[in-house]
T-cell receptor
Framework: DSGVTQTPKHLITATGQRVTLRCSPR?????VYWYQQSLDQGLQFLIQ???????AKGNILERFSAQQFPDLHSELNLSSLELGDSALYFC?????????????FGPGTRLTVL | DAKTTQPPSMDCAEGRAANLPCNHS???????VYWYRQIHSQGPQYIIH???NNETNEMASLIITEDRKSSTLILPHATLRDTAVYYC????????????????FGSGTQLTVLP
């Protein structure tokens, strides 16, 4: 158990809909990262938040947005869903202090868009 | 961050040591070598990391060559539960708290532990 929690574990929805994925980081970690893993793309970085502020953006679509709240949990919002958004979505957290900052991953949310 | 090269797949007999190689010939002096693994569709699991000295923890050992251009992850007594994709990632050291720190995953090595 990494200490990172994600809800829900599974999500099935229809095209055009909007969903919210939730992540709670490990206690004491200030950074939250979101990654997407689809069958043909491998693990892709989406976005990083540090202490409530956006720090880095990867290949995140404009239909997707995220935020980190004062209690440091984070939500990833996916809107106008398409079939191709079906994937595993992982959240990771790290303390983000010191020369090394190991990221610990949650169990993921499996999104299926029908 | 430096690029890494790993074999796409390897087999290992249960109970034997699994030695997973990684080439990172363009690594610079302030870059660390990290290893993660992903057991089928689970979240990636951190294994170990190192800069230039060999490292060992309860999961594995990391051997980094003297020129730092390659490394080997060693699982001393592989079990069936070690069957997973293993990722070698090179990352620059962090110099300021809260800086951009995404991980870049390659294709990794699919390790299959055989009974």
């Amino acid at each position: 158990d990494s200490g990172v929690t994600q809800t829900p574990k599974h999500l099935i929805t229809a095209t055009g809909q909007r969903v919210t994925l939730r992540c709670s980081p490990r206690s004491g970690d200030l950074s939250v990262y979101w990654y997407q893993q689809s069958l043909d793309q491998g693990l892709q970085f989406l976005i990083q938040y540090y202490n409530g502020e956006e720090r880095a953006k990867g290949n995140i679509l404009e239909r997707f947005s995220a935020q980190q709240f004062p209690d440091l949990h984070s939500e990833l919002n996916l809107s106008s869903l398409e079939l191709g958004d079906s994937a595993l979505y992982f959240c990771a957290s790290s303390y983000s202090g010191g020369r090394t900052d190991t990221q610990y991953f949650g169990p993921g949310t499996r999104l299926t868009v029908l | 961050d430096a690029k890494t090269t790993q074999p796409p797949s390897m087999d290992c007999a249960e109970g034997r040591a699994a030695n997973l190689p990684c080439n990172h010939s363009t690594i610079s002096g302030n870059e660390y070598v990290y290893w993660y693994r992903q057991i089928h569709s689970q979240g990636p699991q951190y294994i170990i990391h190192g800069l230039k000295n060999n490292e060992t923890n309860e999961m594995a050992s990391l051997i980094i060559t003297e020129d730092r251009k390659s490394s080997t992850l060693i699982l001393p007594h592989a079990t069936l539960r070690d069957t997973a994709v293993y990722y070698c990632i090179v990352r620059v050291a962090q110099y300021s708290s809260g800086s951009a720190r995404q991980l870049t995953f390659g294709s990794g090595t699919q390790l299959t532990v055989l009974p």
